[in-house]
């Protein structure tokens, strides 16, 4: 069974504006980290964001926010004023297991229009 | 700001051949990863080292695949005889210790073409 999903294979927003990827995810572990990264046609993998399972604010990195929904089991990427340069693959993530192996979901490609 | 770094950053190789994909994680860190993302889809974890012995391992990681810390600073993924599904991006990760707030860091990958 899937562990993180990702139900927007593809978006298209226009420029300067914000926008919102959305992630599920299904753990049973009372402790547990949500990731975002960006990977640009470049490939690498960068990484924007970071959420903890006891962390009661929402994580915020510049324009990245996580709006993080604990009883939703969601934990979906917000990007406020968005640039050409935000154009990318993004990948939603989980870390889990002794050695908190990071699993990922199937990603969303975001165009940003100008 | 110290980064993992992988070599090389691109391989090409015929299918049968072994392969060697060389990473050197950042110093102070104790995890160390292997992953590979198969063009257009997602990432997947093949193998966690830890203390100098794999720790996890996916089904993905059979026994074409072994990994080595041979001297302290690199850590390596070998394939032994190359099939053509082996073709994909293979990305290096460390981390320095478990738990929160440890962020796990990605090289820049190696893309390893079969032909």
């Known amino acids: 069974a899937q562990k993180i999903t990702q139900t927007q294979p593809g978006m298209f927003v226009q420029e300067k504006e914000a926008v919102t990827l959305d992630c599920t995810y299904d753990t049973s572990d009372q402790s547990y980290g949500l990731f975002w990264y960006k990977q640009p046609s470049s490939g690498e993998m960068i990484f924007l964001i970071y959420q903890g399972s006891y962390d009661e604010q929402n994580a915020t990195e510049g324009r990245y926010s996580l709006n993080f929904q604990k009883a939703r089991k969601s934990a979906n990427l917000v990007i406020s004023a968005s640039q050409l340069g935000d154009s990318a693959m993004y990948f939603c993530?989980?870390?889990?297991?002794?050695?908190?192996?990071?699993?990922f979901g199937k990603g969303t490609r975001l165009h940003i229009l100008p | 700001e110290p980064e993992v770094t992988q070599t090389p950053s691109h391989q090409v190789t015929q299918m049968g051949q072994e392969v060697i994909l060389r990473c050197v994680p950042i110093s102070n860190h104790l995890y160390f990863y292997w992953y590979r993302q198969i063009l257009g889809q997602k990432v997947e974890f093949l193998v966690s080292f830890y203390n100098n012995e794999i720790s996890e391992k996916s089904e993905i990681f059979d026994d074409q695949f072994s990994v080595e810390r041979p001297d302290g600073s690199n850590f390596t993924l070998k394939i032994r005889s190359t099939k053509l599904e082996d073709s994909a991006m293979y990305f290096c990760?460390?981390?320095?210790?478990?738990?929160?707030?440890?962020?796990?860091?990605f090289g820049p990958g190696t893309r390893l073409t079969v032909l």
């Open positions: 990760a460390s981390r320095r210790q478990r738990g929160e707030d440890n962020e796990q860091f």
């Open positions: 993530a989980m870390r889990e297991g002794r050695d908190d192996k990071i699993i």
